[in-house]
């Protein structure tokens, strides 16, 4: 039996954090400790991470000591009261654990680590969110996703760039077809009802072959996948962990002719096509929250428009006070035209 | 007091100019056109040979005015002239032309003091028509030309998607006139 060991890579200083709340709240990577694996399980472990690092939902860092975002360990080994989540690894033999708990079976499995890490990620987000409602400052400007909505699963599925085509029932709505492969989607349901369509929590996912007549016949009326992406992006991402870090500058505009959008959209993407930016930078210089302008980002993020640059390249300037005759052009024209 | 703001609508004959401005402007759209003699070209039957006009009042009191230039080469001098005046250029490119990518060289080349200033946006017309080259290939060829700028692919008919060139122009503007590196970079590449 082995107890209290855990898996080597540790990241260099680790900054005080709020108990349960580590890296979920800021974007770095999060937080795994294992204990009570021997030594060729944790390898094991180690290139199973290795291998899910493009395709987890948030980036996850294996470290051998607490603060932990999660937690992984057998029973004989103890549990950190301190750590985010917790999750239990079964031996042969060993029963499950309580209802809701994370149960990771061994021999590992990659699927099975990959289940857990995006449980236990949105588990953390679910209480991110929470703990931002109950805290007293600053207000949301909007009703933040809770990583549990069609937006935030299709998200994700589209993120690993599947092969087979998708079918998603939506309840209340109507179905939606995505084909990635074909880099379009389709609804039986009229356009302007996509958002709410993606802020369902009631559906039905299902991965259908990309041959299959039945795509054939429904990807006739297809739309270009930017649609789809760019309202999954607005609605979700709240702030990935590049998001938080890097600078963006935009290489390419999304087609606000066709994609619906906000004025503050097309000034965002007039400040980035003219400056790298980070969120932080582009909230200050748009006007908006930060919030708005991490799912901007995102949006913009998974329809591929956006180079990443690294957070130490040149800083934008100060956004410059009022005084040429462009100033405020923009908002004027908004107002005769009703953008 | 209130200030005027110039914006060009330029392209090919046939790209929807005229239609583009009548979708903006407050007041009807006063044209001067002429039997097309280039039906080589463009099948309609008439052609715009003098500026269209167009206009927009702005809250206070100023007015943002539309010109929409001949896109016939022989009517160029008065590109020259409108485009010092110019805040920037909605540029619209037919999708259902013979060669719409040499006829966006081709007004890039010849709007180049604004395209220099990066004030100019581009509306792809009859995509319905014409479904290549799509927005990939546009922004390749805009790669190729080093230039990063919004290409729309727009119902000229459809108010709404005009708004969103129009708007789209006048935010670039305004960005590039509010950050200074901006401002820079337009000196040094001048």
């Known amino acids: ?339 | 007091m209130p200030q005027e703001y110039i914006v060009l609508v330029a392209g090919p004959m046939g790209a929807g100019k005229t239609t583009a401005i009548a979708a903006l402007s407050e007041i009807p759209v006063v044209r001067t056109e002429a039997q097309n003699t280039d039906l080589e070209r463009n099948a309609k039957a008439t052609t715009t040979v003098a500026l269209d006009y167009g206009e927009i009042t702005l809250p206070d009191g100023g007015k943002v005015r539309l010109y929409g230039v001949p896109g016939q080469e022989r009517f160029d001098f008065m590109w020259r002239i409108l485009e010092k005046r110019a805040l920037g250029l909605i540029l619209l490119i037919d999708n259902a032309a013979v060669d719409p990518l040499a006829d966006l060289r081709h007004f890039l080349q010849s709007f180049a003091e604004i395209d220099r200033r990066g004030a100019l946006v581009i509306g792809v017309t009859r995509c319905d028509v014409a479904m290549q080259p799509d927005a990939d290939a546009y922004y390749a060829q805009l790669r190729q030309l080093d230039r990063m700028l919004p290409v729309f692919q727009i119902d000229g008919r459809e108010p709404a998607q005009v708004r969103a060139l129009l708007g789209t122009l006048v935010a670039l503007v305004e960005a590039r006139a509010t950050f200074s590196d901006a401002r820079a970079t337009e000196g040094a590449t001048a």
């Open chain 1, 1 to 339: 039996m082995i107890a209290g060991r855990s898996i080597a890579a540790e990241e260099s200083a680790t900054p005080k954090r709020a108990p349960g709340l580590h890296a979920a709240s800021e974007g770095a990577a999060l937080r795994l400790v294992v204990d009570g694996l021997e030594p060729d399980e944790r390898d094991v472990l180690a290139a199973i991470l290795h291998i899910l690092e493009e395709r987890c939902a948030r980036r996850w860092q294996l470290c051998d000591r607490a603060p932990a975002d999660l937690q992984l360990h057998t029973r004989a080994a103890l549990r950190d009261h301190r750590a985010g989540v917790t999750g239990l690894i079964l031996r042969e033999g060993e029963t499950a654990g309580s209802g809701d708990s994370l149960d990771l079976t061994m021999p590992l499995r990659v699927m099975a680590v990959l289940d857990v890490l995006n449980a236990a990620g949105d588990r953390l987000s679910h209480r991110r969110i929470l703990s931002e409602q109950q805290a007293p400052a600053t207000p949301a400007a909007g009703v933040e996703d809770d990583g549990k909505s069609l937006a935030t699963a299709l998200g994700r599925l589209i993120e690993r760039k599947p092969d087979q085509a998708l079918r998603v029932r939506i309840v209340g709505h109507g179905t939606l077809y995505v084909s990635w492969r074909q880099r379009r989607f389709c609804s039986d349901f009229a356009r302007d009802k996509l958002k709410p369509a993606l802020e369902q929590h009631s559906f039905v996912l299902t991965t259908i072959a990309s041959d299959s007549p039945e795509l054939e016949q429904q990807m006739q009326q297809a739309r270009p996948i930017d649609e789809l992406l760019w309202s999954i992006g607005l609605s979700t991402g709240g702030e990935p962990p590049a998001l938080c870090s890097a600078r963006f500058r935009l290489q390419r505009w999304p087609d606000l002719a066709r994609l619906p959008h906000k004025p503050m959209h097309i000034q965002a993407c007039a400040a980035l096509a003219a400056r790298a930016m980070s969120a932080d930078e582009l909230a200050a210089a748009v006007g908006v929250s930060r919030r708005d302008a991490c799912h901007f980002l995102h949006a913009c993020e998974l329809c591929g428009l956006t180079q990443t640059l690294p957070a130490d390249t040149q800083a934008a300037p100060s956004v410059l006070p009022a005084s040429g005759r462009f100033t405020g052009l923009f908002d004027r024209l908004r107002r005769s035209l009703g953008l």
